[in-house]
């Protein structure tokens, strides 16, 4: 052990849960002591306002070969506020105080005396608490009235109040005509900006991405900024009336665009009707509204400006006025139009006054907003001696981010490293409740502060400057470029970051400026700075369509001085706010400095597997190493945005059904790619299903087993449709065998007759010139057509021995004896290109027509290829066998829920290390070429690939085997360099280790899900349940083909396992014991409203069929594989009433 203590507010090693936490809930809170010797005590100190100081000792205390672990269990109050805490040690006789580091920013703790400088927050809010989301997913733009554009036929001269300047000149500067004397404005410059200008350029904002106006001030005022609110109740005429209000609001809401308007409460202007009339008389009902110092000339103004009498916002004719009347100020607003306010100076309105406000307002309109402009952390601002109570769920929606703003520019400008600066912005994250960390009003400019290309190009600082001097300053044109590329990249990260991005108007167009006025210059029409107003565009393009950009996690990462660099994630379908999303990652860097920089950064706890380059012109994959490990490097002044998601074939609610087509009816002896395939289309399309789940299309074994195949690529001869084959005229007939329509497929009958029917087919194909589809097929499929062809023509010849028990020279695959053998089989290796052509043309032919209806394939790919097949006979160096040619060891599981001996399947296991030199070519062609056929592909035994299980060559059963460690992540990133981003679905059933996981989870690939294995009973003896609660990103099934029906099991499970059925009724909702199909049928319900983004049907269990209609027993090689439907049974009442059933879960 080591020396010190350690506590960090902001991992869940330390603290559970993260950051700000609901009324009531209890946290966890951990304390490591790194000591040699056993602390003599350490206790907990909390305080809140609330509840008053607790001390508290340790619940547990453990010792680890590095440290005692101490756990503290604090609940906090039931009433919303702040929490601190402490520690407190006695350690060798010294008394340690462990607390926050002084800087009020959280985190890890720092050793004092006695007594802590600063301790940990923990922000406690109402649980109640929501912002609406049309603000949180929204992209907002500020405007100044006066100055974003006149209008497309503006008046002469717009009407202004008495006095007033006018620029005729849009490109002016503005300025300030004071008195020099005193120095207060004595006439207000205006522009003649109105709300029909914001009319005329609502599509310029729409391309933007704009859907939220923040407006300053509109209603009637002396100034040109209406700060001086003249009258609550009409639009200034400046800005074209009412009337102009009314023609934007209908303008706005056709495009998308919502309004908040600036509310200024704790002031009016002193020419206000309000003020007026109250200095006239102290009779007025405005007179109890001011606090006059000596009537009517002395009175209290904000900040000493005498244009800005202060109110009394507790009078309760004020309130009444603003809040609470029938038509108040703020309910008439929203009623003409206004989607919410921003409250001007909310730290100087009175608590009641603001929670008085938000209550009215959700009161009026619960989806309306209310914003608070507050400049430093809102979680904990404390104004006039009050802490303040913004963000626990009854006072505001969100505030402006200032902190963000700050801590942006001082990266961007070297006033601190990213380190420092992303450690601000976590301390928000963890201070701020989540709901209100995803709605910050986040900022780069406003109309209060210098404009931020200004202060990118290193301007000198305003104090420093007169007036004139900062009216006539302009950055110099290294200067300006400079800040043009610092400010790309302050956008990406406003874009990036959770809050609502705003955007101050002119600051996309390249507006520069000082401090007031000159950061509220006119729009600069006609000279926009169009690379800036590109980006942006850009940018909130990319926000749209990046959800996890809005609301997913956000994980700040550390990648040196230089590198701002930060995570996005939803993880297991679940976005920051735990609303259901799409599973995805995004990182995001940016690069400050002048020079190239290169950095490892370590990106594990955003993601593992490969990302693409998802904005700017690059599209490259990036491979973190398996420790998380990415190597980055970024040009001057450049960014990174890189992205790894679920294939978007997985991103909605679907349904589908598993059938495999050897099941389908017909007259000949198995289900094939005839009408009766082209009908099951038709009826899954009614049915509202969106995939059709199949077992491998490949050639099946004797038993019917199609996991056991002569070939990895090839097609299965008996799904060829004898009607196809008619129709083609390769058949002048085909009178159906006699005996084999049956409910059971026997494979060694109808094998025979149909490789008999085959035969008359090929005979009569070669009497024609053959087709260039036919020579196209054989060229793309060169590769394992003429192996497997080959392969199949020698084992007729070798009358149908193992290949191991050819002759030698083909055993071999001796040069001269496969010339030899392809001379003198060359009519048998033709028939077997000709098979496979047949195959091809009509799977393809069924498959567009699916395609055609709205439904996609889902595939089977078996991690292992049987021995006697063409591709272990072709290519034995990619297997491990002995010098015979025999495998030295076995593939199969160990003991499960199927056998208590395991299943020994008997496959050869890979010579990975041969794979892997030749970056798993083999592999990349037969998913190249499965993904021909299908739409997804379910990769049986996904775990064989990070952990296999070894079965010697002479073992009779599977449990004398061992786990060997598979190519993991290293094979996965081979598919993804060669084969793209690809479907595929994962199947994870069985015993499943931590490894496969974090492989499976590393490239979002879906998993599976059986309901009847997630039920059990639970173990702590309150006779309560297991039940299935499959996440998001899963395949959720009643069934596969290697259960038994769902009625089977039920009816299994009553009898022998109660326990069982009784989790079943349980599951189901069941109020009392039902029969097992009208059981069967709820649990089906059941699975299709769960959350998993797919939920897939046997067709078994929508028909209730029982056990005789199962498919597969594990670890039996007998009648399996058989089962097929009778005919008639798909009705169009059944597809209507599943139909209803998919529609009422949310799949179609």
Request: include cysteine; charged fraction near 20%; proline fraction near 7%.
């Given at each position: 052990?080591?020396?010190?203590?350690?506590?960090?507010?902001?991992?869940?090693?330390?603290?559970?849960?993260?950051?700000?936490?609901?009324?009531?809930?209890?946290?966890?809170?951990?304390?490591?002591?790194?000591?040699?010797?056993?602390?003599?005590?350490?206790?907990?100190?909390?305080?809140?306002?609330?509840?008053?100081?607790?001390?508290?000792?340790?619940?547990?205390?453990?010792?680890?070969?590095?440290?005692?672990?101490?756990?503290?269990?604090?609940?906090?109050?039931?009433?919303?506020?702040?929490?601190?805490?402490?520690?407190?040690?006695?350690?060798?006789?010294?008394?340690?105080?462990?607390?926050?580091?002084?800087?009020?920013?959280?985190?890890?703790?720092?050793?004092?005396?006695?007594?802590?400088?600063?301790?940990?927050?923990?922000?406690?809010?109402?649980?109640?608490?929501?912002?609406?989301?049309?603000?949180?997913?929204?992209?907002?733009?500020?405007?100044?009235?006066?100055?974003?554009?006149?209008?497309?036929?503006?008046?002469?001269?717009?009407?202004?109040?008495?006095?007033?300047?006018?620029?005729?000149?849009?490109?002016?500067?503005?300025?300030?005509?004071?008195?020099?004397?005193?120095?207060?404005?004595?006439?207000?410059?205006?522009?003649?900006?109105?709300?029909?200008?914001?009319?005329?350029?609502?599509?310029?904002?729409?391309?933007?991405?704009?859907?939220?106006?923040?407006?300053?001030?509109?209603?009637?005022?002396?100034?040109?900024?209406?700060?001086?609110?003249?009258?609550?109740?009409?639009?200034?005429?400046?800005?074209?009336?009412?009337?102009?209000?009314?023609?934007?609001?209908?303008?706005?809401?056709?495009?998308?665009?919502?309004?908040?308007?600036?509310?200024?409460?704790?002031?009016?202007?002193?020419?206000?009707?309000?003020?007026?009339?109250?200095?006239?008389?102290?009779?007025?009902?405005?007179?109890?509204?001011?606090?006059?110092?000596?009537?009517?000339?002395?009175?209290?103004?904000?900040?000493?400006?005498?244009?800005?009498?202060?109110?009394?916002?507790?009078?309760?004719?004020?309130?009444?006025?603003?809040?609470?009347?029938?038509?108040?100020?703020?309910?008439?607003?929203?009623?003409?139009?206004?989607?919410?306010?921003?409250?001007?100076?909310?730290?100087?309105?009175?608590?009641?006054?603001?929670?008085?406000?938000?209550?009215?307002?959700?009161?009026?309109?619960?989806?309306?907003?209310?914003?608070?402009?507050?400049?430093?952390?809102?979680?904990?601002?404390?104004?006039?001696?009050?802490?303040?109570?913004?963000?626990?769920?009854?006072?505001?929606?969100?505030?402006?981010?200032?902190?963000?703003?700050?801590?942006?520019?001082?990266?961007?400008?070297?006033?601190?490293?990213?380190?420092?600066?992303?450690?601000?912005?976590?301390?928000?994250?963890?201070?701020?409740?989540?709901?209100?960390?995803?709605?910050?009003?986040?900022?780069?400019?406003?109309?209060?502060?210098?404009?931020?290309?200004?202060?990118?190009?290193?301007?000198?600082?305003?104090?420093?400057?007169?007036?004139?001097?900062?009216?006539?300053?302009?950055?110099?044109?290294?200067?300006?470029?400079?800040?043009?590329?610092?400010?790309?990249?302050?956008?990406?990260?406003?874009?990036?970051?959770?809050?609502?991005?705003?955007?101050?108007?002119?600051d996309e167009a390249g507006a520069e400026g000082h401090s007031d006025p000159q950061n509220?210059?006119?729009?600069?029409?006609?000279?926009?700075?169009?690379?800036?107003?590109?980006?942006?565009?850009?940018?909130?393009?990319?926000?749209?369509?990046?959800?996890?950009?809005?609301?997913?996690?956000?994980?700040?990462?550390?990648?040196?001085?230089?590198?701002?660099?930060?995570?996005?994630?939803?993880?297991?379908?679940?976005?920051?706010?735990?609303?259901?999303?799409?599973?995805?990652?995004?990182?995001?860097?940016?690069?400050?400095?002048?020079?190239?920089?290169?950095?490892?950064?370590?990106?594990?706890?955003?993601?593992?597997?490969?990302?693409?380059?998802?904005?700017?012109?690059?599209?490259?994959?990036?491979?973190?190493?398996?420790?998380?490990?990415?190597?980055?490097?970024?040009?001057?002044?450049?960014?990174?945005?890189?992205?790894?998601?679920?294939?978007?074939?997985?991103?909605?609610?679907?349904?589908?059904?598993?059938?495999?087509?050897?099941?389908?009816?017909?007259?000949?002896?198995?289900?094939?790619?005839?009408?009766?395939?082209?009908?099951?289309?038709?009826?899954?399309?009614?049915?509202?299903?969106?995939?059709?789940?199949?077992?491998p299309l490949t050639p099946v074994d004797a038993t019917g087993s199609p996991y056991q195949?002569?070939?990895?690529?090839?097609?299965?001869?008996?799904?060829?449709?004898?009607?196809?084959?008619?129709?083609?005229?390769?058949?002048?007939?085909?009178?159906?065998?006699?005996?084999?329509?049956?409910?059971?497929?026997?494979?060694?009958?109808?094998?025979?007759?149909?490789?008999?029917?085959?035969?008359?087919?090929?005979?009569?194909?070669?009497?024609?010139?053959?087709?260039?589809?036919?020579?196209?097929?054989?060229?793309?499929?060169?590769?394992?057509?003429?192996?497997?062809?080959?392969?199949?023509?020698?084992?007729?010849?070798?009358?149908?021995?193992?290949?191991?028990?050819?002759?030698?020279?083909?055993?071999?695959r001796d040069p001269a004896s496969l010339q030899r053998y392809r001379l003198e089989l060359?009519?048998?290796?033709?028939?077997?290109?000709?098979?496979?052509?047949?195959?091809?043309?009509?799977?393809?032919?069924?498959?567009?027509?699916?395609?055609?209806?709205?439904?996609?394939?889902?595939?089977?790919?078996?991690?292992?290829?049987?021995?006697?097949?063409?591709?272990?006979?072709?290519?034995?160096?990619?297997?491990?066998?002995?010098?015979?040619?025999?495998?030295?060891?076995?593939?199969?599981?160990?003991?499960?829920?199927?056998?208590?001996?395991?299943?020994?399947?008997?496959?050869?296991?890979?010579?990975?290390?041969?794979?892997?030199?030749?970056?798993?070519?083999?592999?990349?062609?037969?998913?190249?070429?499965?993904?021909?056929?299908?739409?997804?592909?379910?990769?049986?035994?996904?775990?064989?690939?990070?952990?296999?299980?070894?079965?010697?060559?002479?073992?009779?059963?599977?449990?004398?085997?061992?786990?060997?460690?598979?190519?993991?992540?290293?094979?996965?990133?081979?598919?993804?360099?060669?084969?793209?981003?690809?479907?595929?679905?994962?199947?994870?059933?069985?015993?499943?280790?931590?490894?496969?996981?974090?492989?499976?989870?590393?490239?979002?690939?879906?998993?599976?899900?059986?309901?009847?294995?997630?039920?059990?009973?639970?173990?702590?003896?309150?006779?309560?349940?297991?039940?299935?609660?499959?996440?998001?990103?899963?395949?959720?099934?009643?069934?596969?083909?290697?259960?038994?029906?769902?009625?089977?099991?039920?009816?299994?499970?009553?009898?022998?396992?109660?326990?069982?059925?009784?989790?079943?009724?349980?599951?189901?909702?069941?109020?009392?014991?039902?029969?097992?199909?009208?059981?069967?049928?709820?649990?089906?319900?059941?699975?299709?409203?769960?959350?998993?983004?797919?939920?897939?049907?046997?067709?078994?269990?929508?028909?209730?069929?029982?056990?005789?209609?199962?498919?597969?027993?594990?670890?039996?090689?007998?009648?399996?594989?058989?089962?097929?439907?009778?005919?008639?049974?798909?009705?169009?009442?059944?597809?209507?009433?599943?139909?209803?059933?998919?529609?009422?879960?949310?799949?179609?």
């Open positions: 052990m080591g020396n010190g203590f350690c506590h960090d507010s902001r991992s869940i090693d330390y603290r559970r849960p993260y950051g700000a936490v609901p009324c009531g809930t209890t946290v966890n809170l951990y304390l490591e002591a790194n000591t040699l010797s056993l602390p003599e005590s350490v206790r907990l100190r909390a305080w809140s306002r609330a509840s008053g100081e607790a001390i508290m000792d340790p619940v547990t205390v453990d010792e680890t070969p590095c440290c005692f672990r101490y756990r503290f269990d604090l609940t906090v109050p039931d009433e919303p506020g702040l929490v601190w805490y402490r520690f407190l040690i006695r350690h060798e006789n010294r008394s340690i105080g462990y607390g926050a580091p002084g800087d009020g920013l959280g985190g890890e703790g720092v050793e004092y005396g006695a007594v802590p400088e600063d301790d940990w927050q923990i922000t406690v809010y109402d649980p109640a608490a929501t912002v609406p989301s049309w603000y949180t997913h929204g992209v907002m733009y500020q405007i100044f009235p006066d100055r974003f554009y006149r209008g497309d036929h503006p008046a002469a001269v717009p009407e202004l109040p008495p006095g007033s300047l006018y620029h005729p000149h849009w490109q002016d500067r503005p300025f300030y005509a004071q008195d020099l004397r005193t120095g207060d404005i004595a006439a207000y410059d205006f522009f003649g900006g109105t709300l029909d200008g914001i009319v005329d350029k609502l599509a310029y904002l729409k391309s933007l991405g704009i859907t939220i106006l923040y407006l300053n001030p509109i209603f009637t005022a002396v100034s040109n900024h209406k700060y001086d609110t003249g009258n609550y109740l009409t639009v200034d005429a400046q800005f074209g009336g009412d009337a102009a209000f009314e023609r934007l609001r209908r303008a706005a809401a056709a495009a998308g665009i919502r309004l908040i308007l600036d509310g200024v409460f704790s002031h009016t202007g002193s020419e206000s009707v309000y003020f007026q009339d109250a200095r006239r008389s102290q009779d007025s009902p405005y007179f109890p509204w001011y606090r006059f110092l000596e009537y009517p000339n002395r009175y209290d103004c904000w900040w000493g400006v005498t244009t800005l009498p202060n109110v009394n916002e507790l009078e309760p004719s004020y309130r009444e006025f603003i809040i609470n009347g029938p038509d108040s100020v703020v309910k008439h607003w929203l009623r003409k139009g206004a989607a919410g306010w921003r409250l001007d100076v909310v730290d100087e309105l009175p608590g009641q006054f603001v929670q008085e406000m938000f209550r009215e307002l959700k009161r009026e309109d619960p989806k309306a907003v209310l914003i608070g402009e507050v400049w430093e952390d809102a979680s904990r601002k404390e104004s006039y001696g009050v802490m303040r109570e913004y963000l626990l769920g009854r006072e505001l929606d969100s505030v402006i981010n200032y902190p963000f703003r700050s801590a942006v520019i001082d990266f961007l400008t070297g006033r601190c490293d990213a380190d420092q600066a992303l450690r601000r912005l976590a301390s928000l994250s963890e201070n701020y409740p989540a709901v209100y960390f995803y709605s910050t009003m986040n900022v780069l400019g406003t109309h209060d502060v210098p404009r931020i290309l200004t202060l990118l190009g290193d301007a000198p600082p305003a104090e420093t400057m007169t007036k004139l001097e900062q009216a006539r300053f302009q950055l110099a044109p290294a200067a300006r470029k400079t800040a043009v590329a610092r400010l790309k990249l302050a956008a990406l990260i406003q874009f990036a970051s959770p809050g609502v991005p705003c955007v101050y108007y002119g509220r210059r006119p729009f600069p029409w006609g000279d926009e700075a169009r690379e800036l107003t590109e980006c942006y565009r850009a940018l909130a393009e990319l926000r749209q369509k990046e959800p996890v950009l809005r609301t997913g996690r956000w994980i700040p990462l550390s990648a040196g001085p230089d590198i701002f660099a930060f995570g996005r994630r939803t993880d297991v379908g679940r976005d920051g706010l735990d609303e259901i999303r799409t599973d995805t990652a995004v990182l995001v860097f940016v690069n400050r400095s002048a020079r190239t920089v290169e950095w490892l950064i370590d990106v594990s706890a955003v993601c593992a597997g490969p990302l693409r380059e998802t904005f700017g012109l690059g599209r490259e994959l990036h491979f973190p190493d398996e420790t998380g490990l990415l190597p980055v490097t970024l040009a001057p002044y450049s960014s990174q945005v890189l992205k790894a998601t679920v294939h978007p074939v997985f991103a909605d609610r679907r349904a589908g059904i598993l059938l495999h087509p050897t099941s389908l009816p017909g007259p000949y002896g198995v289900g094939d790619f005839g009408p009766a395939a082209y009908a099951f289309v038709d009826w899954l399309a009614a049915a509202g299903q969106s995939f059709w789940q199949i077992l195949s002569s070939s990895a690529f090839a097609g299965n001869p008996l799904l060829i449709s004898p009607e196809a084959l008619l129709a083609e005229g390769l058949l002048s007939a085909c009178v159906p065998p006699a005996g084999l329509y049956a409910e059971k497929v026997e494979y060694g009958s109808i094998t025979a007759w149909k490789t008999d029917l085959l035969r008359v087919a090929y005979a009569n194909f070669q009497q024609r010139q053959r087709p260039v589809a036919y020579r196209d097929f054989c060229r793309e499929a060169a590769d394992w057509l003429e192996n497997y062809a080959l392969f199949m023509a020698l084992k007729e010849h070798h009358g149908g021995a193992v290949w191991t028990d050819w002759e030698e020279g083909a055993a071999r060359a009519d048998e290796i033709d028939f077997h290109r000709f098979v496979q052509y047949l195959f091809s043309t009509q799977w393809t032919a069924l498959r567009r027509y699916a395609a055609a209806k709205g439904i996609r394939i889902v595939g089977d790919l078996p991690i292992f290829v049987a021995h006697d097949s063409a591709d272990v006979w072709a290519l034995p160096e990619l297997f491990a066998l002995d010098r015979h040619g025999r495998p030295k060891t076995r593939a199969g599981v160990p003991p499960d829920y199927f056998s208590r001996t395991g299943q020994l399947w008997g496959n050869p296991h890979y010579n990975w290390e041969r794979h892997r030199a030749d970056d798993y070519a083999w592999w990349v062609q037969r998913l190249r070429w499965l993904f021909r056929l299908v739409d997804v592909v379910r990769i049986d035994h996904f775990r064989g690939f990070e952990a296999f299980w070894e079965i010697p060559a002479r073992a009779k059963t599977a449990v004398g085997g061992r786990w060997v460690k598979g190519p993991d992540r290293h094979f996965f990133d081979a598919l993804v360099r060669q084969l793209g981003e690809t479907a595929i679905l994962a199947e994870d059933l069985g015993v499943i280790t931590a490894e496969v996981v974090k492989l499976k989870e590393a490239y979002f690939f879906p998993g599976m899900m059986i309901m009847p294995f997630e039920i059990w009973p639970e173990q702590n003896g309150n006779g309560g349940f297991h039940l299935p609660a499959p996440q998001p990103n899963t395949f959720f099934y009643t069934g596969t083909h290697d259960n038994d029906t769902l009625v089977g099991w039920l009816e299994q499970t009553r009898i022998e396992q109660p326990e069982l059925y009784a989790g079943a009724l349980a599951y189901a909702q069941a109020a009392a014991p039902v029969a097992a199909p009208e059981l069967a049928r709820m649990l089906v319900a059941r699975v299709l409203d769960s959350e998993a983004r797919t939920a897939v049907i046997p067709l078994q269990d929508w028909l209730g069929l029982g056990t005789e209609a199962r498919m597969n027993l594990p670890a039996t090689a007998e009648g399996n594989w058989a089962w097929r439907l009778a005919g008639g049974e798909l009705t169009a009442a059944l597809a209507a009433e599943i139909r209803r059933l998919v529609q009422s879960a949310r799949r179609l």
